[in-house]
Each structure stands twice: as C-alpha cells, then as structure tokens.
C-alpha cells in the first residue's frame, strides 16, 4: 500500500505565506509526477502545480509567480511553498503522487487525505 500524508496547513492572513509538505511512503519503486490540487466549497478540485521526477514544474494560472512547487526524491516528498497569499486561496490542498508500487507493472494515482488552508482578510 502507498500513503500520502500531507502537513503544513492551517490560519494564515492575506500577503502571508505558508509552506505545505507530503511525504509518500510504501511499497514504493518510483515515483514520477507529484503535485498539489485544491478545492473550495462549491467548486471543482483544480491544479495548483506538478513536478516531474526530473524537477520540471508546471503551475496553475492562478498562483503562477506566487506558489513555488519543489521535491526531494531521496524522501519522496514533495512541498508547496505558497507566498503571497490572497482569501481565494483558501481551500482543501491535496498532495497527488503517481507510483509505481513494487511488483507492479505500471503507475498508479494516489492521494493525500487534504489539509485545510484558510485565508483571512
């Protein structure tokens, strides 16, 4: 089995910043892309940014400039650090990992349990 276990959430007013973590663990072989989505109430989940295996991010319009996505493959983490941070930022963030599990063919997608991010104005 392969968990995700995502920290860092929490209260943070506007222009603050706040840096999210996920550490995958298991029965790992590799992983290849990792990466942060979110959702607000009453809104669908959304990409927040990726990162390959080889360190190439990619970032949702929305935080470009401002979210800066990182990983280190030694611990299969990935991190999110979030700077400059505005109220419709607030939302469940979710860490996402595709793994190939041992004994396993092929990648398979897996996610965190969420953490709260809850900006204030």
């Known amino acids: 089995q392969v968990q995700l276990v995502e920290s860092g959430g929490g209260l943070v007013q506007a222009g603050g910043s706040l840096r999210l973590s996920c550490a995958a663990s298991?029965?790992?072989?590799?992983?290849?892309?990792m990466g942060w989505f979110r959702q607000a109430p009453g809104k669908q989940r959304e990409l927040v940014a990726a990162?390959?295996?080889?360190?190439?991010?990619n970032y949702g319009d929305s935080v470009k400039g401002r979210f800066t996505i990182s990983r280190d493959n030694a611990k299969n983490t990935v991190y999110l650090q979030m700077n400059s941070l505005k109220p419709e930022d607030t939302a469940v963030y979710y860490c996402?990992?595709?793994?190939?599990?041992?004994?396993?063919?092929?990648?398979?997608?897996?996610w965190g349990q969420g953490t709260q991010v809850t900006v204030s104005s």
């Open positions: 996402n990992a595709d793994v190939l599990r041992s004994r396993s063919y092929y990648y398979n997608d897996y």
């Open positions: 990162i390959t295996s080889g360190g190439s991010p």
């Open positions: 298991g029965s790992i072989l590799s992983i290849n892309k």
